[in-house]
C-alpha cells in the first residue's frame, strides 16, 4: 500500500511501526480486522537500545507466526548475572522457568523489527513510510486522522480506533490532549554495539559492578556485544577506545581481554521514567513509548511495548466483530498501566542499585546480593521477574469487563493474556514467590 492507495475509512489507524506497532499490526492481520500503520521514518531505523526478546514476549510473538524465525536469528541467553568485577554475586538463569522458550533471546531491535514486517507482509499488509499524523478531530464514532506523505499530499482517514505507538515524543498523545508525567534522571549513559574478535562463550547479560561505575556487558549475533556503561555528563558518543576502556576497567575477567575491532553503533542517552495518565482517551490508545518510558535495565522496554500489542489486539478485535461488548477495551488501561508503573518501580530499582556509589554502601550491596543468591527460589523469582511471566490481571475492573473475559477466554484463548494463581504468602521479610501460570484454558 503506499499513500496514494491509502483507504478513506478503516477500523485501526496504527501511528508507529516499531516494535509494538508492527506486532499490533501483524495481530490485527491474522484476525483478519481492516487496518492501516504508518510512519514518518521512509525506512526502519538502523541501531536501536533494545537487545533481546524476554520469554514472555516470545510466547505471544509464537502466536503470530514470527517466534521461530526470531529464535533462529538470536542466541539463547542464559538470563542475568551481577558481579563485582572477578566474583560472581548473583545469577538468575533462565533454564528452569515456566515458559516453551526457557532463555533470554538476545537479538536486535532492528532485526525484530524485520522480521515483524516480513511476517505481516505475509499476512497481506504493509507500513506506510514517509507518512506522518498532523491533525486528530473526532468523527463519531470514531476519528478523522490527516496525514500527509513525503511530497506533502495530505489526506484524511477515518478510524473506528487510532493506536499511538509513536515512541516518546508521540503525536498521537499530544493531539489527544493527554500529559506525560514523570521524571528524567541525571545520569547518563553511553551505548555502543562492538564488534569483537572472538565472539564470547558467555551468553549472560551481565551487570558488572566496579570503583569505576557501572557496565552491562550482552552479547548478540554476528560476533557483537553489547556495552551500556554510566559515563560523566556532556561524555559524547563513545569510541573504540572508550569502550575498550570501559571493559578494561570496569567489566570480569571474560570480557575486559576482549579485542574490540570497531563499532557498528555508538550514542549516549539518558533515562526517563513517565506514564501517560491514561492508556485510553475514547477512541484512541496508546502502547509502548508513548504510553510509557522506563530504565532499560533488565530488558523491559520492547518487551512491554510488544505486550500491550498483545493485550490490546484480541479485546479491538472482540469490540470490532460484537464478540464482546465494547467496554472490555477498558480493560486495557485497567490492566496495562499498572504495570507500567511496576515496571518503572523495578527497574528503577535496578538502576539504584548497580549505580551506588558510596564504596560502603556499594560493599553493603554486594554482600546482600551473595546472602540473597543463598536463598533458596530467590533466584528463581527474580528470573521469572525479568522474564515478565509475573505479569497477571487478577482483578479486572472495568464494569463487566470481568465477565466479558471470561467468555474471551472460552471462546477464544490462545489470544488471552496469562492468567494467574497466587501462591502462599511466604514469611516475614522474604520476597512473595511467582506465582504460578495457569496455561491452558478451554
Avoid at 496504527?14 to 514518518?40: F, M, N, R, T, Y
Avoid at 505475509?122 to 506522518?132: A, E, M, P, Q
Avoid at 474471551?408 to 514469611?427: F, Q, R, T
Wanted: charge should be negative.
Amino acid at each position: 500500500m503506499t499513500t496514494q492507495q491509502l483507504p478513506t475509512h478503516t477500523d485501526v489507524l496504527i501511528v508507529g511501526a516499531g516494535p509494538a506497532g508492527l506486532a499490533l499490526a501483524a495481530s490485527l492481520a491474522q484476525l483478519g480486522i481492516e487496518h492501516v500503520i504508518i510512519d514518518q521514518k521512509p525506512t526502519a531505523a538502523a541501531g536501536s537500545k533494545a537487545a533481546g526478546i524476554q520469554p514472555r514476549s516470545l510466547e505471544y510473538l509464537a502466536r503470530i507466526g514470527v517466534s521461530d524465525v526470531l529464535v533462529d536469528d538470536g542466541l539463547r541467553g542464559g538470563g542475568f548475572a551481577v558481579v563485582d568485577r572477578d566474583r560472581s554475586l548473583i545469577r538468575m538463569s533462565y533454564e528452569s522457568i515456566a515458559s516453551p522458550f526457557p532463555f533470554l533471546l538476545l537479538i536486535s531491535q532492528q532485526q525484530t523489527e524485520i522480521r515483524l514486517a516480513e511476517r505481516l507482509n505475509t499476512l497481506g499488509g504493509n507500513v506506510v513510510r514517509s507518512t506522518r499524523l498532523v491533525s486528530l478531530q473526532e468523527e463519531f464514532p470514531g476519528s478523522a486522522a490527516t496525514v500527509v506523505d513525503e511530497d506533502g499530499f495530505a489526506r484524511v482517514i477515518n478510524a473506528r480506533y487510532v493506536v499511538g505507538c509513536d515512541g516518546i515524543h508521540s503525536t498521537v498523545r499530544r493531539l489527544s490532549g493527554l500529559d506525560f508525567p514523570g521524571d528524567a534522571p541525571a545520569a547518563l549513559f553511553a551505548l555502543a554495539d562492538a564488534e569483537i574478535e572472538t565472539p564470547t562463550r558467555n551468553l549472560d547479560t551481565t551487570f558488572s559492578l566496579s570503583d569505576h561505575g557501572m557496565l552491562i556487558t550482552s552479547p548478540l549475533p554476528g560476533g557483537l556485544i553489547r556495552v551500556v556503561a554510566g559515563v560523566p555528563d556532556d561524555t559524547p558518543a563513545p569510541s573504540v577506545s572508550d569502550i575498550v576502556e570501559l571493559l578494561r576497567t570496569r567489566a570480569g575477567a571474560w570480557a575486559k581481554d576482549v579485542h574490540v575491532t570497531s563499532l557498528t553503533d555508538s550514542s549516549t542517552y539518558r533515562v526517563q521514567q513517565r506514564v501517560a495518565p491514561t492508556l485510553r482517551n475514547g477512541n484512541v490508545f496508546l502502547v509502548g513509548d508513548a504510553a510509557h518510558t522506563h530504565s532499560p535495565a533488565g530488558g523491559q522496554g520492547m518487551n512491554t511495548g510488544m505486550q500491550d500489542a498483545a493485550n490490546l489486539a484480541w479485546k479491538l478485535h472482540h469490540a470490532l466483530t460484537g464478540r464482546a461488548a465494547e467496554h472490555i477495551l477498558d480493560s486495557y488501561d485497567a490492566e496495562r498501566r499498572p504495570v507500567a508503573h511496576g515496571l518503572i518501580a523495578f527497574t528503577s530499582q535496578l538502576m539504584q542499585l548497580a549505580t551506588v556509589g558510596d564504596p560502603h554502601l556499594a560493599a553493603l550491596r554486594n554482600e546482600t546480593l551473595l546472602g540473597a543468591a543463598r536463598v533458596p527460589d530467590v533466584t528463581d523469582w527474580l528470573a521469572t521477574k525479568l522474564s515478565q511471566l509475573d505479569i497477571g490481571y487478577p482483578n479486572p475492573t472495568a464494569g463487566d469487563a470481568g465477565a466479558d473475559a471470561v467468555q474471551v477466554l472460552l471462546v477464544y484463548p490462545v489470544w488471552l493474556p496469562h492468567i494467574w494463581s497466587s501462591d502462599a504468602p511466604p514469611g516475614p521479610g522474604v520476597v512473595h514467590p511467582a506465582a504460578a501460570p495457569l496455561r491452558c484454558v478451554q
